[in-house]
């Protein structure tokens, strides 16, 4: 069975004819489409910040214990290290749009370092939970056993490793359409005139920024209590819970 | 709207004023506590938070002067709203099992103990 080929039709305001060629061109509706599925990203963590705000309702006392017990100087470190990443990933494409191609590249492989110094910092804190006993699926974080923590700490927990967890995942996956799209500069595809695919990819990383932007207060900051001296000598300790 | 008209030393300089503001607001977030509004720390860092996303939002992700999109944002943020209040709202308000449940039960020993209690001694049916 053969398939003929129907040419799609544009007409534009003056009722002229067009075949199409292709939508690569259509900037405003590659935008949308992607913020259309940067919503579906803002209804799923939108939903288990709800849920979190929830469980502290009723966990508060917990809450606030387990909180403390996290490293805010790495956490913020890596607040930091974010912040500055989504500077680059906005300066790359800034020097794309006005033609400078090299040094949106080195802005974009300056991104992807920063993305990996803050996986780096992630993997620290995580090992260092998993030493103190404090990780999915061991005694502490498992009801009804001697080394249980109290319910409410072992629900903190639980969504603390799912959210930073599905969070790192995202900035795994960052790294990928980055690199990605430095294969797509390189071979022309991505230029100053046609970036839509850079812009996007930019807004993506925002995106992950904005999320780690109410993650950190959410999980690091509930049970602080200021700046301490302890604080700045867990800085040079091996990086663990305090 | 994005587009290929380019001053770059103005769009520059305004990424550079963002990164600023979001250093100082990262600054306030960690003194806060100990520093004002101690007693209300999850309304202070969370109203804080939402500076800094707005910061973001406007001038990172472009979004000022297009209303539209903001228009979706601020609709899939109702939604969420929405489903939180309603149906997961009233859900919780007329949660029937609230003595047996970790998440809801203050004495989680007794709310476990009492959760295997019961599923051994007879199902629970609703």
């Keep these: ?242 | 709207m994005d587009n290929n008209l380019v001053d770059y030393k103005s769009e520059n300089g305004g990424y550079w004023k963002v990164l600023l503001g979001l250093l100082v607001l990262t600054a306030v977030t960690f003194i806060q506590p100990g520093m004002f509004l101690e007693n209300y720390t999850f309304s202070a860092q969370m109203l804080i938070g939402t500076v800094k996303a707005w910061l973001i939002l406007m001038y990172y992700m472009h979004l000022k002067g297009e209303k539209l999109i903001i228009t979706f944002l601020y609709f899939s943020l109702f939604i969420v709203l929405v489903f939180f209040i309603i149906v997961i709202g009233v859900d919780v308000i007329n949660f029937q099992f609230e003595d047996m449940s970790h998440i809801t039960s203050g004495d989680t020993a007794s709310a476990v103990s009492e959760t295997h209690g019961a599923a051994h001694a007879e199902p629970a049916h609703h």
């Design chain 1, 1 to 242: 069975m053969s398939h003929e080929y129907v040419p799609e039709i544009a007409v534009d305001r003056e009722g002229n004819e067009h075949e199409v060629q292709g939508w690569q061109d259509d900037t405003y509706g590659a935008k949308l489409g992607f913020w259309l599925f940067m919503f579906t990203e803002v209804l799923m963590f939108g939903a288990m910040f709800l849920a979190l705000t929830y469980y502290y309702t009723l966990h508060h006392d917990d809450f606030v214990i387990a909180s403390s017990s996290l490293n805010r100087l790495l956490g913020g470190t890596n607040t930091v290290v974010l912040l500055f990443s989504a500077l680059t990933m906005g300066l790359g494409l800034l020097k794309m749009r006005s033609g400078d191609v090299k040094g949106a590249k080195l802005m974009i492989w300056a991104t992807i370092i920063l993305a990996c110094v803050f996986l780096g910092i992630k993997a620290v804190e995580w090992t260092a939970e998993y030493h103190h006993g404090i990780f999915l699926g061991l005694d502490a974080l498992q009801a009804g056993n001697e080394h249980s923590k109290p319910f409410g700490q072992i629900l903190f927990f639980g969504m603390y490793f799912t959210m930073t967890g599905i969070h790192g995942f995202h900035i795994i996956l960052g790294i990928g359409i980055m690199l990605w799209l430095l294969k797509r500069i390189n071979a022309g595809k991505v230029t100053p005139e046609h970036h839509i695919l850079h812009f996007n990819i930019a807004l993506y990383w925002d995106l992950v920024h904005l999320i780690w932007v109410f993650v950190f207060p959410y999980y690091y900051m509930i049970g602080a209590d200021g700046i301490q001296m302890s604080d700045i000598q867990a800085l040079f300790s091996a990086g663990g819970s305090h």
